[in-house]
């Protein structure tokens, strides 16, 4: 079992920043691959963004490409998600996830085994 918890969600202005993270219990996190979605009010969850293993492969959608950094460090069990330049569009629940067994791009929610509860971001005009 996996159990993920982000953190660092908020109120932002147009134009600033937040860094989300996403702590992993257990010993074998970097044998996951992560990923970051979002999901809108009235939307399906869309992809945002994925780490390979190591931390050498990141794969971004292109609404978020340019803007926004997935890292990890796997000595702290965590995955980041920097954001810069935020936009109202933006707004939505991020959520983190571990993808255990599949391709580490994937953008596709089944892809992914266990999800964290996620985290408010609120970007204001």
């Known amino acids: 079992q996996v159990q993920l918890v982000e953190s660092g969600g908020g109120l932002v202005q147009a134009g600033g920043s937040l860094r989300l993270s996403c702590a992993a219990s257990?010993?074998?996190?970097?044998?996951?691959?992560m990923g970051w979605f979002r999901q809108a009010p009235g939307k399906e969850r869309e992809f945002v963004a994925a780490?390979?293993?190591?931390?050498?492969?990141?794969y971004y959608a292109d609404s978020v490409k340019g803007r926004f950094t997935i890292s990890r460090d796997n000595a702290k069990n965590t995955v980041y998600l920097q954001m810069n330049s935020l936009k109202p569009e933006d707004t939505a629940v991020y959520y983190c996830?571990?993808?255990?067994?599949?391709?580490?791009?994937?953008?596709?929610?089944?892809?992914?085994?266990?999800w964290g509860q996620g985290t408010q971001v609120t970007v204001s005009s």
């Open positions: 996830a571990a993808n255990l067994f599949g391709y580490s791009g994937s953008a596709s929610p089944q892809s992914y085994n266990y």
């Open positions: 780490i390979g293993r190591t931390g050498s492969r990141t």
């Open positions: 257990g010993p074998t996190f970097s044998t996951y691959n």
